[in-house]
């Protein structure tokens, strides 16, 4: 299985860049794609597809998120962060079944 | 517009079989892949497994053995089953359909607690 790892919690101030990591312990590039996908989850709420295929932006998502990576190393970034951007940041590999998620990182606001 | 409807029993005793519905509107079964996903209290994702656009099946190696996942595209509803259910298996149960990602789509949830 393609393991992902996320650093647990993240604190930022207001307006302030958010960089947040997922590394895998495999390639998850095919054919010219990354096959890397980044969700936010807000508490009581379902997970929603924020990145798809590393740094293509899901409709209607602020331009404020991006992501960019290849291979094994990804990052999505908030800039500039807002109060409402709270939430936990998944990221997701779809290169090889099972499909798994990384464990997931926690924004705060300092 | 896409959306998707999980219900099921809130309460399934320890040994029992959970049986889920996921109720698929605004585009056919036969276009995309849905899978199955849940959340333990306070933990992460795990993606249980996925039923493809031509009916095939594929699932998660981890509950593989007690999981089943069909459809009736008709209804435009996909099921789960997954039998001898224990405490670790309570959890928040979403549905998502493929989109841009595999997980483009999800549905609101529905939570499923095993205890007797």
């Known amino acids: 299985d393609i393991v992902l790892t996320q650093s647990p919690a993240l604190a930022v101030s207001l307006g302030q860049r958010a960089t947040i990591s997922c590394k895998t312990n495999?390639?998850?590039?095919?054919?010219?794609?990354?096959?890397m996908h980044w969700y936010q989850q807000k508490p009581g709420q379902q997970p929603k597809l924020l990145i798809y295929?590393?740094?293509n932006l899901a409709s209607g998502i602020p331009a404020r998120f991006s992501g960019r990576g290849s291979g094994t190393d990804f990052t999505l970034t908030i800039d500039p962060v807002e109060a409402d951007d709270t939430a936990t940041y998944y990221c997701?590999?779809?290169?090889?079944?099972?499909?798994?998620f990384g464990g997931g990182t926690k924004l705060e606001l300092k | 517009q896409v959306q998707l409807k999980e219900s099921g029993p809130g309460l399934v005793q320890p040994s029992q079989t959970l049986s889920l519905t996921c109720t698929v509107s605004?585009?056919?079964?036969?276009?995309?892949?849905v899978s199955w996903i849940r959340q333990p209290p306070g933990k992460g994702l795990e993606w249980m497994g996925v039923?493809?656009?031509?009916?095939?099946?594929d699932y998660n190696s981890a509950i593989k053995s007690r999981l089943s996942i069909s459809r009736d595209t008709s209804k435009s509803q996909v099921f789960l089953k997954m039998n001898s259910l224990q405490t670790e298996d309570t959890a928040m149960y979403f549905c998502?359909?493929?989109?841009?990602?595999?997980?483009?789509?999800w549905g609101q949830g529905t939570l499923v607690t095993v205890s007797s």
């Open positions: 998502a359909r493929e989109g841009e990602a595999p997980f483009a789509y």
């Open positions: 039923i493809w656009s031509n009916g095939g099946t």
């Open positions: 495999q390639n998850v590039d095919y054919y010219g794609n990354s096959y």
């Open positions: 605004g585009l056919s079964l036969t276009s995309n892949s």
């Open positions: 997701q590999q779809s290169r090889n079944l099972p499909w798994t």
């Open positions: 295929l590393a740094s």
